[in-house]
């Protein structure tokens, strides 16, 4: 038996930690290179000089006017990513720079006011639970899962944002793409902090609240019979897909995109959904190449123009992929059109979509506010141009 129907979710993802290909400005107005993430943004700065900066972005990067622009497209929920570092607890966040929490508290309190609901999402965890930038620490080595200190005082945190903003918010999803395929000792450790998780926030903020796990890059299969319903109540999983981020994805057609998407994306989550436990397409966008300046990490190029290195073959030039969107052709802009309506597709046959941005500084393929600007999102996200793109 799996969990009755829940209204489908439209979803925005808000920056932070920071990322250097969302806000690049902050990066290169740091005159570092060796500056990667958050984490050596607090490393190997002055701390007051990084605190201003930081409290400069918290004050203007996402404002109010943002929250109401997100009701005015139609879009029904936030989900506002939280490092731990930005959590108040008693645990070393040493050389993160703390003081976000009250503006997580304006969001949430935003999101209220303008009829928005909310997802927290733990976003990045102690010792970063996949080495990337949006963990908060950019390392060929995480240390999550290795450390039982690490996991338990994740859980800690997962026990402060129930406790205190429980009552506020609709789901809280207990950590970012975890690194599951590092090995059996990844798996053991994100399995079990699931669970525990899952208690945590049944202990700190009730019943009502839907928890929110991650299929930790194994394939979301791997997971059937987990946390299953009756046992257990409101439990999604998060399922991401960017199709860009290898050759094998980067080597396949605009059409061949969106039939994967439709032939294989769609089937095997919507029979997951009807027989295990609500899931959602919880990260995707409109980008088909992997151009934007930074996306694969300050300093590092990108697969399609082959300046990654490393022997990589081009596929073509950035040009006209990324960036400003008056730039882009009227096929692109058409494209990302039915690339958007195909994806959207596959979150309503489950439980929802969560578009991955509502803003960046200069890729504007993966801006939601953008999108809307430039016409190949439209500001009603239930209209279609091209109706059964994966019937």
């Known amino acids: 038996m799996h969990q009755p129907h829940c209204p489908s979710l439209v979803q925005l993802s808000l920056e932070a ?27 190997m700065q002055d701390y007051q000089t990084a605190l201003g900066i930081l409290r400069q972005h918290w004050d203007t990067w996402i404002t109010e006017d943002d929250f109401v622009a997100i009701a005015a497209a139609g879009l029904t929920h936030v989900r506002i990513p939280v490092g731990y570092w930005s959590v108040p607890t008693n645990i070393s966040v040493l050389p993160y720079i703390p003081g976000a929490w009250p503006y997580i508290q304006r969001a949430v309190g935003w999101a209220l006011q303008h009829g928005l609901h909310t997802i927290i999402d733990l976003h990045g965890a102690p010792g970063s639970q996949n080495g990337y930038d949006n963990s908060g620490q950019r390392t060929n080595s995480p240390q999550w899962a290795l450390n039982s200190t690490n996991v338990n005082a994740t859980l800690a945190i997962i026990q402060v944002l129930a406790s205190e903003l429980g009552p506020k918010v609709d789901a809280i999803e207990l950590l970012n793409e975890v690194a599951g395929f590092l090995g059996p000792a990844w798996d053991s450790a994100v399995r079990a902090y ?85 899931t959602v397409t919880g990260e995707w966008s409109t980008a088909t190449t992997d151009c934007a300046l930074w996306l694969n990490g300050r300093g590092v190029g990108a697969r399609w123009d082959g300046s990654i290195g490393g022997g990589a073959t081009a596929f073509g030039s950035c040009e006209g992929l990324t960036g400003n969107w008056t730039t882009f052709s009227k096929d692109f802009l058409t494209y990302m059109r039915k690339y958007w309506e195909a994806q959207v597709e596959i979150g309503e046959i489950v439980q929802g979509w969560i578009f991955w941005t509502w803003k960046t500084e200069s890729a504007d393929e993966w801006s939601y506010k953008k999108g809307l600007e430039g016409g190949w999102i439209p500001r009603d996200p239930t209209q279609r141009l091209y109706p059964g793109l994966c019937q």
């Not at 290909?21 to 500056?35: L, V």
């Not at 929110?212 to 009756?230: H, K, R, S, T, V």
């Not at 999983?237 to 061949?256: G, K, N, T, V, W």
């Open 17 to 43: 930690p920071m990322q250097p290909w969302i806000t690049p400005s902050i990066f290169i107005n740091t005159n570092n290179n060796a500056i990667i993430d958050e984490f050596t943004f607090g490393q």
């Open 194 to 278: 699931w669970e525990n998780g899952y208690e945590v926030v049944r202990q700190a903020a009730g019943d009502n609240v839907v928890v929110i796990i991650g299929d930790a890059f194994e394939g979301i299969d791997n997971w059937q019979g987990f946390l299953p319903y009756p046992q257990n109540s409101r439990v999604m999983i998060d399922y991401h897909e960017y199709q860009i981020f290898s050759a094998l994805e980067l080597s396949r057609s605009e059409d061949q995109h969106i039939q994967f998407a439709c032939q294989n994306t769609l089937p095997t989550l919507a029979s997951f959904a009807t027989n295990n436990i609500w």
